[in-house]
């Protein structure tokens, strides 16, 4: 099952304007049939997965997490 960017959003309660934002500069996982963006449940568990935080001891966000909003690989 493929998801809109508003099912999506709404799933995850952020705004549907971010997801096709973020999808557009190729900076989240996403599926495009055409010219339109859809996203899978796995889509949507990377993204929860990416974006959760753990506290550290320096208080920064995690190495791996753009400031931007997007993954870096690494």
Do not use: C, Y
Request: proline content about 8%.
């Amino acid at each position: 099952m493929l998801f809109t960017a508003d099912q999506a959003a709404a799933r995850l309660r952020i705004p549907p304007s971010w997801l096709r934002k973020k999808a557009a500069q190729g900076e989240i996982p996403h599926t495009r049939i055409g010219r339109h963006v859809r996203f899978s449940p796995d889509d949507l568990t990377e993204l929860i997965r990416h974006g959760s935080r753990r506290p550290s001891d320096s208080g920064k966000n995690s190495a791996s997490h753009d400031p931007d909003g997007g993954f870096r690989s690494g």
